[in-house]
């Protein structure tokens, strides 16, 4: 239990920070101690390692950490946003999936539960995941003002570039959507660990050339080949060259 609720703790700052393979590393390790269910320490990694496989397009595994998070609150009774976060992942994984109509649903539920009692940042990340599900410009703005007055500066410009974002494609613009495969979905890590290997380098000589372990280098390559659709190194050359075309 210590060790998942440490995890917990740290698979979430990684990902935001975009750390996605230390977390991976982070999230494998405990996930190999099996958590007891029934335990918040538990719940709180789930909802993490969601919340990295949302970052990592992986959303339907995404939603299975988060489903089993979800059902755990439940059994808690708890349903403050603050604590049981598992909806802003989860809207996300359902968006990527292009599952409209579940995002609505579950964005709107989070903002009711946040308007009950949650806290002010509670209640400006409600708005914010709700103002970009439902596509209501008017909420993020709203969202911006209520996370401004607090310590929230990662979630105030995750509401910030949203606004920016809708607002930019209310004057015409065309702002790219984050690739969920191919080379424009590669991490910066990945895409550098990968064209090493395409270029011949052994997993050994990749980590020691950019100073990582060769568990980094296994980790990155196999997300690497998911997103590009391969399954051999000899395959990289080609699925990286499909970038320039």
């Known amino acids: 239990m210590a060790v998942a609720w440490a995890a917990g703790l740290c698979v979430d700052p990684l990902t935001r920070l975009g750390r996605l393979a230390e977390a991976e590393a982070v999230a494998e390790v405990t996930a190999a101690r099996e958590p007891p269910d029934g335990w918040i320490h538990t719940l709180l990694f789930r909802q993490a390692r969601g919340a990295l496989r949302v970052a990592q397009h992986r959303p339907d595994d995404a939603l299975a950490d988060l489903t089993a998070a979800a059902a755990g609150w439940r059994e808690m009774g708890v349903t403050n946003p603050a604590v049981a976060s598992w909806r802003t992942a989860a809207v996300a994984a359902h968006r990527a999936l292009g599952q409209h109509d579940e995002a609505v649903a579950l964005a709107a539920e989070q903002l009711e539960l946040a308007r009950q009692g949650g806290t002010q940042v509670a209640l400006g990340i409600s708005r914010r995941v709700h103002g970009t599900a439902a ?5 993020l703005a709203e969202a911006v003002g209520l996370l401004e007055a607090t310590p929230a500066r990662y979630e105030l410009a995750l509401a910030l570039a949203e606004s920016v974002r809708r607002e930019l494609i209310a004057a015409g613009a065309r702002p790219r959507r984050a690739a969920l495969t191919g080379p424009d979905a590669l991490t ?28 980094t280098v296994e980790t990155h390559l196999r997300h690497a080949f998911r997103k590009l659709g391969i399954t051999s190194r000899t395959d990289l050359g080609l699925g990286l060259a499909d970038h320039g075309r």
Do not use: D, K, W
């Open 188 to 215: 910066a890590g990945e895409r550098r660990v990968a064209t090493l290997a395409a270029e011949g380098a052994s997993n050994r000589q990749i980590a020691e050339h950019l100073f990582i372990t060769q568990a």
């Open 135 to 139: 596509v209501r410009p008017g909420e």
